[in-house]
């Protein structure tokens, strides 16, 4: 297993402004991803972040709406700009320790935009 | 398009009454299914993995099973603490969610 740290657990912002979540894990792994959870719905994956490389994004999420860093097997950092209240979301880091598919997750990181 | 469908959308239960959830898929070369559970304000826990039609998996009250097209989660005697939405997920190239089952079980 793995343990994973977000940073911020909440938050609330105004429209137009931008957040970076943080994601912290005990150990190093190779994939790692981070997920959207509207109110009320499913996970959706917004991307897998590629540590020393450009993330891989899913159809409907941008690189500039959602930039992300991954500067090494253990840390990432997804942004969300120019937020509007659309945005509001659960947004989850979650990595593939043991086998493809077999995802742990972090708290997840609450965000509400005014 | 890929699909993986849950029913019911929720489900109450009494304490000790068994019941079980379904997953249904429409995914073509599937790799793997998965089922998690989640918390509220929490993110997933994984719980198991499926590979091919006929495995079953247990885990305390749990089992889970899986058939060409679908998967489920049975619960026996459930408690009040297998109170969560559990989530059913496949794999092909990625990992698709399904929408999750709602469970309250009611002391």
């Known amino acids: 297993s793995a343990v994973i740290s977000q940073k911020p657990s909440r938050d609330i912002c105004q429209r137009g402004t931008s957040l970076t979540i943080q994601c912290q894990v005990d150990?190093?792994?190779?994939?790692m991803f981070w997920y959207r959870q509207q109110p009320g719905q499913s996970l959706t994956l917004i991307a897998t972040a590629n540590q020393g490389s450009e993330a891989t994004y899913e159809s409907g999420f941008v690189i500039d709406k959602f930039p992300i860093s991954r500067p090494n097997l253990t840390f990432s950092t997804l942004t969300v700009s120019n937020m509007s209240p659309e945005d509001s979301s659960i947004y989850l880091c979650?990595?593939?320790?043991?086998?493809?598919?077999?995802?742990?997750f972090g708290e997840g990181s609450r965000l509400t935009v005014l | 398009e890929d699909q993986v469908t849950q029913s019911p959308e929720a489900l109450r239960l009494q304490e000790g009454e068994s019941s079980s959830l379904n997953c249904s898929y429409t995914?073509?070369?599937?790799?793997?299914l998965f089922w998690y559970r989640q918390d509220p304000g929490k993110g997933p826990e994984f719980l198991f993995t499926l590979y091919s039609a006929g495995e079953e998996k247990e885990k305390e009250r749990l089992k889970a099973t899986l058939t060409k097209k679908e998967s489920f989660l049975h619960i026996t005697a459930p408690k009040p603490e297998d109170s969560a939405t559990y989530l059913c997920?496949?794999?092909?190239?990625?990992?698709?969610f399904g929408p999750g089952t709602s469970l309250s079980v009611i002391p």
């Open positions: 995914v073509s070369g599937l790799r793997g």
């Open positions: 997920a496949v794999l092909y190239d990625k990992v698709i």
């Open positions: 979650s990595v593939e320790v043991r086998a493809p598919g077999e995802l742990f």
């Open positions: 150990s190093q792994v190779t994939m």
